[in-house]
């Protein structure tokens, strides 16, 4: 072989090995090849495009629906009257805009002081269907309740109210907002609405808008909890998709919100190919 074809052969061939060893080289990885593989583009092009995405929404709110009529055909005239507690984001409130803000920054990981600036500019969208059955609830005297851990200090339940009341739902005061900012803990506050109505189900994204006993960092034993109370879903755990953030991020990195690390991506790495095919 000719010196220079050698040369570029032997070239070609580190290149294609540096290729193939990239997703390893956390620490060197620049700037823009994060861009490229960045941890976010996955989950939001799944959001922001595909109609399954959408399509559960109308199926858990319709589920909601079918719950709320059957609680009211079966009311007697002495019972509580009925309730719905749902979550707010991503639950009624969509963010696919500071998601998609988010990755042409460059940035792969959930940021605490963008999602506060965002917040404050009412961008939020009503999920597909929560409107509708929000207002069914609403004109057939079933109370809502919006119960949210958001934190955005003092301005947290102002800024809120405003959120829910710009895309149009119903009951949106301090009676019916409960805003959790110093624990993520929402059982307390389902129990004091349980004292006075009678809950027909609960809505959310995250397992712990259900129950705080999901709110496990140990990935296997979150499944297994979940697993034991498989006959509830869909029936008073009414859950909806999000790949994007939650309690299950928390259990792969040990809190809800990791920094954007070279280490937090190669445990997100780690619990991707948690199970990988090695012929
Ligand atoms: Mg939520």
Request: charged residues 25%; proline residues 3%; contains cysteine.
């Amino acid at each position: 072989m000719h010196e220079t074809v050698k040369v570029l052969v032997k070239t070609l061939a580190i290149s294609m090995a540096l290729a193939a060893a990239m997703p390893a080289l956390g620490q060197n990885a620049t700037r823009n090849d994060r861009d490229i593989e960045n941890n976010l583009l996955m989950a939001m092009a799944w959001k922001q495009t595909a109609a399954e995405f959408r399509a559960l929404y109308h199926q858990g709110f319709n589920i909601a629906r079918m719950r709320v009529e059957i609680a009211l055909a079966q009311k007697q005239d002495d019972s509580l009257p009925l309730a719905v507690i749902s979550d707010v984001d991503e639950t009624l409130l969509l963010a696919n805009d500071y998601w998609g803000y988010l990755i042409t920054q460059g940035q792969d990981f959930f940021d605490d002081a963008s999602w506060d600036r965002w917040i404050e500019e009412n961008r939020a969208v009503a999920s597909p269907g929560a409107l509708e059955v929000l207002n069914f609830c609403m004109s057939n005297s079933v109370e809502i309740f919006y119960v949210t851990n958001r934190d955005q200090g003092e301005a947290t339940v102002q800024l809120a109210i405003e959120n829910l009341n710009a895309v149009g739902f119903p009951l949106v005061d301090t009676a019916h907002l409960r805003v959790l900012r110093e624990s993520s803990n929402k059982e307390l506050v389902q129990q004091q609405i349980r004292e006075d109505y009678e809950v027909v189900a609960l809505l959310g994204d995250n397992l712990n808008d259900f129950a705080r006993r999901y709110y496990s960092t140990d990935v296997d034993q979150r499944m297994s909890l979940m697993e034991q109370d498989k006959e509830r879903y869909g029936r008073d755990y009414i859950l909806f998709p999000n790949p994007t953030d939650g309690h299950w991020i928390r259990a792969i990195f040990g809190e809800s919100e990791p920094a954007a690390t070279d280490e937090n991506r190669a445990i997100l790495r780690r619990a991707a190919t948690r199970a990988a095919w090695a012929p």
